[in-house]
Every structure is written in structure tokens, then in C-alpha cells.
């Protein structure tokens, strides 16, 4: 990584290319620039030297500058990433790196890892920041491009040197937040604890016992509990059939609905409604 000691620390967004492919393959090599690879969905493979990187959902890695590696999509889904190329450079119009170190001293200690290849779980929910770096970069030419490009970098290597000090604390606890982040984007769909691991990238068992751990529940409920509560919002806000509210949350049938619902409320989901509906 660059060191924060140099005299001149800026950081400017070069280029931007989103891409999205079930069979990609391509050798890179970063010469003087890092390069910051997001997956927003799918899954795809970094291979550096020995160093062979398996990236999933909301996978980010960080590459520094002199690196060759080699980028590959083998799984028959599709894989959408994106892949952000950062130049160094003596202009100060851009992103000050350096001051940000000095005043935030997690993103020194993110500048000082001397690991080339950083490959962090977005636990600060970077990718926000980085569609908005990808939104700015390619469909704005105002006046005020740059200065909103420097900001959004600013915020973003926070978060990443935030994402970076998590790792370096229980592994769990990451695990068990990517998990979460997960569900509550996917639980109106088919979810099984394997499709949860294997997107967090270990393996069921373990997932399943640090979950319990540190969560105080198991997958399974929580997911069931994160369903409910979408459903109980739903009965009391709408007048969508109950039968559909179950599809809608990711139940295949009513009746299994209104038993993990009852289970969670004391209640059905009929009562549910006629005590608490808006609309009676």
C-alpha cells in the first residue's frame, strides 16, 4: 500500500468500467495505479502469485500499484462487478489522502497494511458510496465534478479503512454481518442456511455456530423473524391478501406462513390485522 509518510499523497478516480459476464477472463496489471474491485452480485476469482481470492456479493478487494492479477468468472450465473482504477498523482485538486491520514488514523492504518491484495466484507456499506463514485464519474462533466469525486473518495477509503479495523477483530462478527445484510436483502426469496454461507464464503456449520454465538438466535429464526416482521408491516399498512403477503416475504404457502407467525405474534395473521389494520 502507499505509505502516508510521502510527501504527496493525492487520489483521483481514473476510470470506471462496470461489467457483467458469465464467462470473463482477463490478466491485469495495475503499474502505477490501485485498483479497487466491487462484486455487486455473483461470484467471481482474483488470482495473484499464490494468492487465490474467491469474491462473492459485496465483495470488495483492493489492489496496490505493481500487482499483476488475473480476473476469472466461472460459475454459470451472471457476476456483476466493477472495477475502479485510482491514480496517484502531485495535483492537489484532488482527493487529499495524506490530511486524511493524519486526521483519521484507522485510514493510516489502512495505508500501512502491507498486504497488496485487501479483501474486505463491505461492512460499512461502501457500495453505496461506490455507486455513487460510478454515477458521478460517468454521467457528469460540470464544474463541480471533481470536487464531488473528492469527497465521495474521502468517504469511501473511511469506509474502507472502517471495513479494514473490523477484520482485524473477531471474524465472526463479520460473518455474522454480512449474513444479516444478506437476508434482509433476499428474504422474500428462497433461502437456505447453505446459500447464506455460501455467500458470506464459509462453510454452513461454522456460520451456523458463530451465528448462535454472538446473535443469541439461530439462522433459521432469524430469517423467520425478519419475514414477520416485513409481513406484520404489511398487514397493518396495506390490504394485500394474506395469502400474497406470505409469497411476498418468501413463504410458499399460507399455512406454513401463519404458523411461524403465530409462533412469533400470539397471534394469526387475520387477528394481527383486525387488531391493528389502518384500515378498519
Partial sequence: MDSTLEKEFYIKLSSHDSIEE?????KNNTSKYNHLIFVEKGVC?????KKHLRLSDHSILYIARNVTYQLQVIEPVKCLFHIFVLERTTNSLHADLKKLSLECPIVNDFFSQKDHLCQLIDCERSYITLNELAQEYDDNNDLERERVLNHLLSMLYIKLAR??????????????SSAKFYIAENYEHELTVQMIADHVGISRSYLETIFLKYAKRTLTTHVNTVRVN???????????????????????NRQHFSRIFSAHYSCSPQDYRSRYSNFI
Fill in 45 to 49: 476469482y482474483i488470482t495473484s502469485g
Fill in 22 to 26: 458469465t464467462d470473463y477472463l482477463t
Fill in 230 to 252: 416485513r409481513a406484520a408491516y404489511l398487514l397493518t399498512t396495506t390490504q394485500i391478501p394474506i395469502t400474497d403477503i406470505a409469497f411476498q416475504v418468501g413463504y410458499n
Fill in 163 to 176: 471495513s479494514f479495523h473490523l477484520h482485524g477483530k473477531p471474524s465472526g462478527i463479520t460473518y455474522i
